[in-house]
Antibody
């Protein structure tokens, strides 16, 4: 059964760069019919889509984050990663990675990691 | 438009039916996806496509849509259905962006 697991530092200082990795196990990340996404949830708030990547390298990013965001994929390691520069307190959240499928042109996140909490404090 | 609007909270008596709605212009073109999130847990996909349930999701959950509004209906709500429900769709401006609604907190009385 395919599983996703986020990893990365839990505490950052303002202006630092957030780097998270999602490791996919129990299946291949090289799926032509799936994207791999990042979603975050600030404390007590709703879900915010960050961006998604295909194993071919194609990406879609949320415009408000685009200037600070980089999403990459390493098919040899079955991992995809998120890099967010110049973090502020507004970036503190639980970060989830998820597999994304498509049906009728509509995307859906069908498998999620457990999430990793990222705090930002000086 | 890239916005999806949900009512912040809805309540339902145990065993009764409830409809949770999601409104947005993109829903005229793309089906909504629905997720359930219990406290401290990752979201769980409950409805995708026109009205598809992943394996393991009870058939009391169903999805529908009309115009710019998508609905998640629970027939015979159970205590374990108490959670926050999020809708999600694709932006319809041709840019492949994804958007989430603000979430609806369902209380089962």
């Amino acid at each position: 059964q395919l599983q996703l697991q986020e990893s990365g530092p839990g505490l950052l200082k303002p202006s630092e760069t957030l780097s998270l990795t999602c490791t996919v196990s129990g299946g291949s990340i090289r799926s032509s019919s799936h994207y791999w996404g990042w979603i975050r949830q600030a404390p007590g708030k709703g879900l915010e889509w960050i961006g998604s990547i295909h194993y071919s390298g194609g990406t879609y990013d949320n415009p408000p984050l685009q200037s600070r965001l980089s999403i990459s994929i390493d098919t040899s390691r079955n991992q995809f990663s998120l890099r967010l520069t110049s973090v502020t307190a507004a970036d503190a959240a639980v970060y989830y990675c998820a597999r994304e499928g498509v049906l009728g042109g509509a995307w859906y996140f069908d498998l999620w990691g457990r999430g990793t909490l990222v705090s930002v404090s000086s | 438009s890239s916005e999806l609007t949900q009512d912040p909270a809805v309540s339902v008596a145990l065993g009764q039916s409830v409809r949770i709605t999601c409104r947005g212009d993109s829903l005229r073109d793309y089906h909504a996806t629905w997720y359930q999130q219990r406290p401290g847990q990752a979201p769980l996909l409950v409805i995708y496509g026109e009205n598809n349930r992943p394996s393991g999701i009870p058939d009391r959950f169903s999805g529908s849509s009309s115009g710019d509004t998508a609905s998640l209906t629970i027939i015979g709500a159970q205590a374990e259905d108490e959670a926050v429900y999020y809708c999600n769709s694709r932006d319809n401006r041709g840019n492949h962006l994804r958007v989430f609604g603000g979430g609806t907190r369902l209380t089962v009385l």
